[in-house]
């Protein structure tokens, strides 16, 4: 340590303390609490403008934080489970809805894994409600159940 670094260590201790002493005279203890919070800002700030220019360390070459906003996935890559999605979801609110989308749908998924008794029962015919709740999760829970079944 040189020289001047000494000096102007004792020079700020000597400081802090000639601060302290003067708040308690002026004050008695709530003095000496005011000047240790100005003296805490002091130290604060005089640290601040002392190492606040240093950059920080570099980071590690090929190193990149993942982006939480980005999925791995997106949801263009599954057309068809955003179609199904969307008929699931307006089905459950709209018997017309339920009626024209997703009873075909689920019919020809039933056709095609060559299992139409799956979804017979549940669907039956059509329900002739103009408007009104369509298929509920029970019923579709009980549906895909059958179809997933070998």
């Keep these: 340590m ?23 005279a002026a004050a008695g203890p709530s003095g000496l609490v005011d000047a ?61 809805h339920h009626e024209q989308a997703l009873r075909s749908m689920l019919a020809r998924l039933a056709a095609a894994l060559d299992r139409p008794q799956a979804v017979a029962a549940d669907l039956g015919g059509p329900s002739g409600a103009a408007d009104g709740p369509g298929l509920d999760l029970a019923a579709l829970e009980r549906i895909l159940t059958r179809l997933e079944e070998r």
């Design 2 to 24: 040189s020289r001047r670094m000494v000096a102007a260590g004792i020079a700020a201790v000597a400081g802090l303390a000639a601060v302290l002493i003067a708040g308690y």
């Design 36 to 96: 240790a919070s100005v003296a805490a800002a002091g130290v604060l700030i005089a640290a601040r403008v002392r190492f606040g220019g240093q950059e920080p360390p570099p980071v590690r070459p090929g190193y990149s934080r993942p982006n939480p906003k980005r999925p791995a996935v997106s949801e263009a890559d599954f057309p068809a489970y955003q179609n199904i999605l969307s008929q699931v979801s307006w089905a459950q609110v709209s018997g017309p």
